[in-house]
């Protein structure tokens, strides 16, 4: 190995500044930890003459990140441009192709072509690394992927976007609805104009994919993910959830069931003291059950430039070093097909909420329903809606575990018997 | 690199007998994640008749665990004797002295010798390797090793003995003495017959040197840590705690100071909302403080069979992949000599408990020697001294940020004014 490590990044927004500005803080600390001298030798950037607070003074710059992932003048490429086609994807495949090991924090493209891509880099005797890609600073693609070798993974869940878990714990701490808290994480750099990805449970699924296929040795399945968003949770659902012990969270999990493995992002009802129930604000978290280690919890900062650029430049510190992993833990032929586990057959505890109307019977109907179906109650709360009309009642069921398409047959049925007058909110209870 | 990696383990205990199911369950995982087939070829232990419900059948079994280090028949030899000197210190050096690679669960013999084993290692070119001596089953050396490599940590602190938290845990949730809740720790096998080390704070200090050394870069001083263990920790100062918004924890403490690492393992009061105080029973947990990630906290089983072959394993894996990082993450010329600040310098604020003579001005008197150092005061409760003669009262008093030094000037002084009737209680407040 040479003395030197010439790092190429094409992306100067708030990561790739960020990278920059480290690389350089830490360069001595670096060289002592990797026996290399870490230079930053290359940039690529839509525009060249914007000030990034980052000393940019020992790179070339490069209109066309093709270009530089190509170039002989850098033997590590950083892509943080972002996308899952365009230019990333064309450069990554450029410098896996050149045999350049590559660093990014593109979950979007690792959930597209992550298979594809690591077979590219398997080809050409390349790295590729991507610990920013999930969970922004916290070092879960390295713990499932190298500290957690001896073991079976059972489960894999965690809070994986910071927009939504900020939503929802302002909803809960200052009594707001959803409309109010969304319009509060755009006001603060929180959420997008456009939130969709975010509060859809997009970005969720993007980096559930990755640790599905980190923890299960799977072929990544981004496809295969059912997905809900936070949009329909109310206030009235977090105040029942804390009525009831419990906090509602947006999670991802992923799964090991009979058949296969059940991706699944959606608003979850954990126990108020979870350890998960207790991560906040922008802060992610990632817990990990498994077999020799039983469960593990990190929590950390999900996103921030300075965050994510210190998982880079771990990413660039390995590599430099010459550590050599596979990027998904296994070459890619032992990779296995995820065989899905659809939703409805997706065993566990529900939360039910329902408008029922109040006349004689409706309660009993419901319950019956739920009987048929053998679905059996822990916990049954029933009160005038706020703010409703008067001949509504709020019903809140809570139910052991069960399956899915029972839940789902049994609504169906409560709706054609008339009885509530909306569509009812179902909401997972995930088990610590 | 050979194809196959002959693994050789001395000490069948828990551990090693785990470590030896661990490897034989997940064989073919480890085959496919490292590219080699590991082999359990030799063990060593006390009795080798021993039902250990491990299969040792591909295994040689050596009387002497030096001889296993130095067996021509093995390639990685794995240290889970304990102790930091004898057999433990000879069969390790005899390994590395052979150029074997070591992984060691044994925090005693690093926190004494790490250093010098780190060197032996160097020298001889062969890996040391001991994520499983502190926390477990939590990935925290690798962590901090390499997750972080590209941060400079300001602090890190945990809880890093199960022992001490099931106590504390045990004597708040259920209203429990000290005594009582020892007795059943013992009962269920949470601590030792002699349990000073633990309770002591000394299993949690050879802990801390560790983390301090990979944090810092610094060369392992296990003794300059000022350790107080948790005898002290009365129910009233529990229920004093949780009352004022705080918890109990028996932490280890690094902390970068102006003029070098402050080392420190006492009780500590926790904000009761902070992830560290959500951590209970005989869980483990460790915070990062640092530059770019700001905070990361890790939580999981510190002990076990089971967890901690989980870190031996990994250890294990990563040495099959070839992975070479220096054992405190740098190499051991470029570990700087720690320079301690020393307790008295100490800077945070206090929970001060007292029994004060139920006399005129008594609290004037505490009150003033408090204001004459300077030392300003955020909360202050007093009431009847539960179960005391009715001359006592309680005074309680948390500070706000000031010297340790100053803290102990005024209680001399309090103490000399004969207004109290028995020795402070102290507990520094760990700020998050």
Redesign the interface.
């Known amino acids: 190995m040479s003395e030197i490590m010439r790092v190429g990044i094409a992306g100067l927004g708030t990561v790739g500044a960020?990278v920059a500005r480290?690389?350089r803080?830490?360069a001595e600390?670096?060289t002592?930890?990797?026996?290399r001298r870490i230079v930053l030798a290359g940039v690529s950037a839509r525009d060249a003459a914007k000030e990034r607070r980052a000393d940019l003074s020992s790179a070339e710059f490069f209109q066309d990140p093709v270009k530089l992932a190509a170039s002989p003048s850098i033997d590590l490429f950083v892509e943080l441009i972002g996308g899952s086609e365009g230019p990333a994807r064309a450069c990554v495949e450029t410098a896996l192709a050149h045999g350049k090991p590559v660093v990014t924090a593109n979950k979007a493209m690792l959930a597209a072509h992550g298979l594809h891509l690591a077979a590219l880099a398997e080809e050409n005797h390349a790295a590729l690394a991507f610990?920013a890609s999930v969970a922004g600073?916290?070092?879960i693609v390295?713990?499932l992927r190298?500290?957690?070798?001896?073991?079976?993974v059972e489960r894999v869940y965690g809070i994986l976007n910071g927009t939504c878990n900020y939503i929802l714990s302002r909803m809960e701490q200052e009594q707001l609805s959803f409309e109010e808290c969304l319009k509060e994480a755009q006001r603060l750099g929180y959420a997008e104009a456009d939130p969709t990805f975010d509060i859809g449970g997009f970005d969720t699924a993007h980096k559930l994919a990755i640790l599905t296929s980190l923890a299960f040795?799977t072929r990544i399945a981004a496809s295969a993910i059912d997905i809900e968003g936070i949009e329909r949770v109310t206030l009235a659902d977090i105040d029942a959830a804390a009525e009831l012990g419990y906090r509602i969270k947006l999670l991802g999990v992923a799964q090991r069931t009979a058949e296969g493995v059940e991706q699944r992002v959606h608003p979850t009802m954990v126990g108020k003291?979870s350890?998960i129930a207790?991560?906040m604000g922008v802060l992610n978290a990632v817990t990990i059950d498994?077999?020799?280690?039983?469960?593990?919890?990190?929590?950390?900062?999900g996103a921030?430039g300075?965050?994510t650029?210190?998982a880079?430049?771990?990413d660039?510190?390995?590599i430099a070093?010459?550590?050599?992993?596979?990027p998904f833990?296994?070459?890619t032929a032992?990779l296995a097909e995820l065989t899905r586990t659809p939703m409805r057959r997706h065993e566990g505890g529900y939360y039910i909420r329902m408008s029922a109307r109040d006349v004689a019977g409706a309660f009993a109907k419901i319950a019956t329903r739920m009987a048929e179906r053998r679905i059996s109650l822990e916990s049954i709360v029933q009160r005038g809606k706020r703010g409703a009309p008067g001949d509504c009642v709020d019903v809140i069921l809570i139910t052991h575990a069960t399956s899915e398409h029972l839940v789902r047959e049994a609504l169906d049925l409560i709706d054609q018997d008339g009885v509530i007058v909306s569509r009812a909110q179902v909401i997972r209870i995930e088990r610590e």
């Open positions: 960020a480290l690389l803080r830490q600390a670096l002592a930890r990797t026996g610990e600073g916290i070092p390295k713990t190298e500290g957690l070798a001896g073991n079976s040795g003291n350890a207790q991560v498994a077999d020799a280690v039983h469960e593990l919890t990190l929590v950390g900062p921030g300075d965050a650029a210190s880079v430049v771990a660039i510190a390995d070093k010459g550590v050599r992993s596979a833990g296994l070459p032992k």
